[in-house]
């Protein structure tokens, strides 16, 4: 069976982003089953055309995305097209739903929903059943508590990781002391500001906090640790699981869930590696966190300043929920992913086909 994937960012675009490194890792499992080909977004003139991965093949189209990819997918003839989106409002995305059975009216379509969207316009979401043979959402709250409702065609088909592959990588050196690690977008809707602040307010000499992303809120948690030398920001980091690996404790305090991930990604990863995780109160961190069990859920700033004061305090309990976090991770694979994805390709086309 022939599938073409639509994806607009896959690796090895330098973006901090669950969406990309998620669908890379999904495409590097399907490939092994599927004749499959990935349409993407041409970001760069250095980047190539058409790549060969292991498993499949990576073509890439200039702006205007969504016209040229669909147009080039039609060109591929494939018995299956998967629209990966990130599209956060529903009704773009039911556009581009449409646009592309208007382009490819014969062929089935899945749409994947990786991101949490807006769901502002619930209702919106019948019409997908008319348009699509499934819709899939990576978090577990949209299709059982929200979209089961209005969308029979739901289906819950979970974010990976591959942790063999995150135990191969090797640790960065740190500084002695406790090292916390914030890894993400540097926006209000990520949240880091909250950490910062909080972590200005704690009384410890012996720990560091680790920053890892760019955003539009740089310049201001620069300003507000410029006297701290127990801060550090990296800006983009190329190798930013090393640096994962060499963080004691590692904080998620997202204010929003609309644009991440399903389930973050940076989170699980983090908890394969066997970190104890302080998460806000947010709808892609609470069904990866048990608080008092793999870490902490807070929802206001003192309750970070004291879960972040626990944990530095005692190693013991650090790795104790390091280790539960690890055990919570490992029915995040790829591969049993890859393998629900697998299962329902196949009763969809069988159904199709009767």
Not at 270 to 298: E, Q, R, W
């Amino acid at each position: 069976m022939k599938i073409v994937y639509i994806n607009k960012y896959f690796f090895p675009m330098k973006r901090h982003s669950g969406i990309l490194n998620f669908a890379y890792d999904l495409c590097n499992n399907l490939g092994k089953r599927f004749d499959l080909e990935v349409v993407s977004w041409k970001y760069s003139k250095d980047v190539r055309k058409v790549e060969n991965f292991a498993n499949y093949k990576v073509r890439r189209v200039k702006a205007p995305f969504r016209l040229k990819s669909i147009c080039l997918t039609k060109y591929l003839k494939p018995d299956l097209i998967i629209l990966g989106s990130g599209i956060k409002y529903p009704e773009l995305l039911l556009l581009v739903t449409l646009f592309v059975k208007l382009i490819c009216p014969s062929v089935p379509l899945i749409v994947y929903q990786h991101n949490i969207p807006n769901f502002t316009i619930i209702p919106l979401y019948r019409l997908f059943d008319k348009i699509c043979l499934s819709f899939w959402f990576s978090n577990p709250f949209i299709e059982e508590q929200i979209l089961k409702t209005v969308y029979r065609k739901a289906v819950y088909v979970p974010v990976g990781i591959d942790p063999e592959k995150l135990e191969k990588i090797p640790v960065k050196e740190k500084t002695n002391g406790i090292r916390i690690g914030y890894f993400g977008h540097l926006n209000k809707s990520k949240g880091v500001d909250r950490l910062v602040k909080a972590f200005l307010k704690l009384a410890f000499e012996n720990c560091e906090l680790f920053i890892a992303g760019t955003g539009s809120l740089m310049q201001e948690i620069k300003e507000m640790v410029a006297e701290r030398e127990n801060v550090s920001i990296y800006g983009y980091c190329n190798e930013v699981v090393s640096y994962i690996k060499s963080c004691d404790i590692l904080v998620f305090p997202y204010r929003e869930a609309i644009t991440i991930l399903g389930l973050s990604l940076s989170c699980l990863e983090g908890m394969a590696l066997g970190k104890p995780i302080i998460a806000s109160d947010n709808i892609s961190l609470i069904p990866l966190v048990k608080h008092d069990y793999n870490g902490f859920i807070f929802n206001k700033e003192e309750e970070l300043i004291r879960y972040l004061g626990i944990l530095i305090k005692d190693g013991e309990k650090r790795k104790m929920m390091g280790k539960r976090s690890k055990e919570i991770s490992r029915k995040y694979s790829i591969s049993n992913t890859t393998m629900q994805i697998n299962k329902i390709i196949e009763e969809v086309i069988s159904e199709r086909r009767d």
